[in-house]
Each structure stands twice: as structure tokens, then as C-alpha cells.
Nanobody, 124 residues
Framework: QGQLVESGGGWVQAGGSLRLSCAAS????????MGWFRQAPGKDREFVAA????????YYADSVKGRFTISRDNAKNTVYLQMNSLKPEDTALYYC?????????????????WGQGTQVTVSS
């Protein structure tokens, strides 16, 4: 299955930007859709963004649409999440995940591999 390692989280003021990265090991990265999810304290994990295996199709949660951009570099086995215009409600532990399918999806049960998460904190 390989491993997923997130990085790029941190503390930022509202309105600022962060870029998360997720490095994947293994040979199946380039044939799998990838997703980002997040979990705020006391809340369930929720979908943020997903990208198809070839990067052609992307999907976003309504709460981040227009502010976040997901992308991938299959040559580097890495998926990114560019986060702009951050809000305090974006504060959460952000996870990347690898889907069992090639098409992008927001369904958590379709993701079989998960990273450990990277913390994003946005202050007002």
C-alpha cells in the first residue's frame, strides 16, 4: 500500500496561505485518485478536496471552493493542497489519503491509505 507523509502545516493568521504536501511511497500512486480530509477538535473528519489519478478532475467541499487548490505531481509521487484566504474555521488536522479508485471521490470509505496528518492553525 505504501506510506503517505504530510507536511507544510503550521500557524497562520486569517487571510494567510499555506501549502500542504503529501509524499507517497510505493508504485501505485500515479494510478490512484488522492484526497485531502480534515478533522477539527470535537468534530468528525470531513472531505476537503480530491483529484483524479491524472489530475484532470478535481472536487472541493463547498466550504473551501475558490480558496483551496489540489494538485499532483506523479513524477514526484506528491499531492499538494494550496490553501489561500485561510479562516479560523479551517483550523484542523489535515490528512491526505489514497483512493482505491482512479476517479476522484469525496467518499471517505473509498480511501484505503491515510497519512498521520499535519496540523493547520488559523488565528483571527
Amino acid at each position: 500500500q505504501g506510506q503517505l507523509v504530510e507536511s507544510g502545516g503550521g500557524w497562520v493568521q486569517a487571510g494567510g496561505s499555506l501549502r500542504l504536501s503529501c509524499a507517497a511511497s510505493g508504485r501505485t500512486f500515479s494510478s490512484a485518485a488522492m484526497g485531502w480530509f480534515r478533522q477539527a477538535p470535537g468534530k468528525d473528519r470531513e472531505f476537503v478536496a480530491a483529484i483524479s489519478w491524472n489530475g484532470v478532475n478535481t472536487y472541493y467541499a463547498d466550504s473551501v471552493k475558490g480558496r483551496f487548490t489540489i494538485s499532483r505531481d506523479n513524477a514526484k509521487n506528491t499531492v499538494y493542497l494550496q490553501m489561500n484566504s485561510l479562516k479560523p474555521e479551517d483550523t484542523a488536522l489535515y490528512y491526505c489519503a489514497k483512493s482505491i479508485f482512479m476517479r476522484a471521490t469525496q467518499e471517505e470509505y473509498e480511501y484505503s491509505s491515510w497519512g498521520q496528518g499535519t496540523q493547520v492553525t488559523v488565528s483571527s
